[in-house]
């Protein structure tokens, strides 16, 4: 078991070192996509305690945590500079893409509401 202890440790200590080379924008896009799924689960969380009476608006809050975290992620792929594949796209493009789509996702979220 020690054994086990041990590599735990030192794989949580390479994450960590690796982590710390990130840049600081990257670093903001994280917290926003833990914010977003942490306030995903609060509403989850809340709904279990308390009932879903208005159940299109307990999915309308969840389905847009979900899609702004899912979208936040790709603008961290789009503007991370290690991604080769976006090398070409501007990262002020990027982010128009993402605030774009999430007034795209957030005007069908007030729809489905009704």
Same mark, same amino acid.
């Given at each position: 078991?020690?054994?086990? !202890?041990?590599?735990?440790? $030192?794989? +949580? *200590? =390479?994450?960590?070192?690796?982590? /710390?080379? !990130?840049? !600081?924008?990257?670093? @903001? @896009?994280?917290?926003? &996509? +833990? ?7 609060? *509403? #989850? /969380? ?5 009932? =879903?009476?208005? %159940?299109?608006? %307990? $999915? =309308?809050? #969840?389905?847009?945590?979900?899609? !702004?975290? #899912?979208?936040? #992620?790709?603008?961290? @792929? *789009? &503007? ?8 070409? $796209?501007?990262?002020?493009? /990027? %982010?128009?893409?993402? +605030? $774009?789509?999430?007034? &795209? ?10």
């Amino acid at each position: 078991m020690p054994r086990a !202890t041990s590599d735990a440790k $030192l794989l +949580i *200590q =390479s994450l960590t070192k690796a982590y /710390a080379a !990130t840049p !600081t924008n990257l670093k @903001i @896009i994280d917290l926003y &996509v +833990i914010c977003a799924v942490a306030t995903a689960l609060m *509403q #989850v /969380a809340y709904m279990g305690l308390v009932g =879903s009476f208005p %159940f299109n608006s %307990f $999915l =309308s809050g #969840v389905l847009s945590c979900i899609g !702004t975290a #899912v979208l936040a #992620v790709c603008l961290r @792929i *789009q &503007v991370n500079k290690d991604n080769k594949e976006f090398k070409d $796209l501007p990262p002020e493009r /990027a %982010f128009a893409d993402f +605030i $774009l789509c999430n007034l &795209v996702l957030h005007l069908v979220m007030m729809n489905f509401l009704g």
